[in-house]
């Protein structure tokens, strides 16, 4: 049912297009929470992933503009397919944000939470806090 939803993203062609955002995390409820915040935007338009190899597949077929993606899945941990998407040259130029529970929001807030080059988004995020990380990375 969800991937009826990918079909109908398009490439932007112009600046007031939707920005793409690709959501990898297993757990459905932050795929949907994501998905609903970023949405009502109207700036945004999400697909998501709740397994690893799905994203990856997605991601080559999508390009989004952003991938969110979760460090802790069972299948295949957040930095072994982000390992993957910068391996490959179809997905080696789209920015990735992993959002994860391993970090504090008090963490995130006080510094910019980067590792190699990646920003962290500390879980449990609010929708304001969300939307304020996503249009940074956008920017």
């Known amino acids: 049912m969800a991937e009826k939803k990918f079909l109908r993203l398009e490439t932007p062609t112009h600046p007031m297009d ?8 297993d757990e459905e409820s932050f795929c949907s929470f994501a998905s609903w915040a970023l949405e009502k935007t109207g700036r945004y338009k999400v697909a998501s992933a709740t ?3 799905q994203g990856i597949a997605l991601a080559k077929t999508l390009r989004p503009d952003l991938i969110l993606l979760d460090i802790k899945m ?4 957040g930095a072994h397919v982000a390992e993957r998407l910068l391996e490959d040259p179809q997905t080696k130029s789209i920015p990735i944000a992993f959002v994860t529970g391993l970090v504090t929001n008090a963490e995130t807030k006080h510094q ?13 995020v609010t929708k304001d806090e969300l939307l304020q990380a996503v249009g940074r990375l956008l920017a």
Do not use: H
Request: no cysteine; aromatic share 4%.
């Open 18 to 25: 939707k920005r793409r955002v690709l959501v990898i995390d």
């Open 51 to 53: 397994r690893p190899l």
């Open 74 to 77: 069972p299948q295949m941990d």
């Open 112 to 124: 910019q939470m980067e590792v190699a080059g990646r920003t962290f988004i500390a879980k449990p």
